[in-house]
Nanobody
Framework: QVQLVESGGGLVQAGGSLRLSCAAS????????MGWFRQAPGKERELVAA????????YYADSGKGRFTISRDNAKNTVYLQMNSLKAEDTAVYYC???????????????????WGQGTQVTVSS
C-alpha cells in the first residue's frame, strides 16, 4: 500500500508556472506507475499526465502537451508536475495517483489507479 501527499499548489497569474510534488510512502515506489489528474468545478476528473514506474515512458493529455512535464525521482519517492504557461482553464484541484502495473507501462485509465492523494488546489488568475 502507498500513501500520497501532494503539495505545491497555489494562486498564480496566467502565464506563470507552478511545480506540483507528490510524495509517496513505502519502499516500493519505483514499482508504481504514477499519474496526475485534475478536477475543475462542475467537471469530471481528467488525466493530465502519467509516467511509467521507471519514468521512461510518459503520456500527456492534449491540454498539457508542450506546457506540462511529469517527472519522478524514485530515490526521493516523489513525482512532479511542472506546469508552465498556465491558463485560467488550468484552475482545478490536482491529484496524484498510483497503480502497480504488470510491467513498465504508462497507465491512462483513471479507474485503474488504486491510490490517490488528497489533492492540491491550483488557481490561475487571468
Amino acid at each position: 500500500q502507498v500513501q500520497l501527499v501532494e503539495s505545491g499548489g497555489g494562486l498564480v497569474q496566467a502565464g506563470g508556472s507552478l511545480r506540483l510534488s507528490c510524495a509517496a510512502s513505502g519502499r516500493t515506489f519505483s514499482r508504481y506507475a504514477m499519474g496526475w489528474f485534475r478536477q475543475a468545478p462542475g467537471k469530471e476528473r481528467e488525466l493530465v499526465a502519467a509516467t511509467s514506474c521507471i519514468g521512461g515512458n510518459t503520456y500527456y493529455a492534449d491540454s498539457g502537451k508542450g506546457r506540462f512535464t511529469i517527472s519522478r525521482d524514485n530515490a526521493k519517492n516523489t513525482v512532479y508536475l511542472q506546469m508552465n504557461s498556465l491558463k485560467a482553464e488550468d484552475t482545478a484541484v490536482y491529484y496524484c495517483a498510483a497503480v502497480w502495473p504488470p510491467n513498465s507501462i504508462v497507465v491512462v485509465t483513471q479507474t485503474a489507479y488504486d491510490y490517490w492523494g488528497q489533492g492540491t488546489q491550483v488557481t490561475v488568475s487571468s
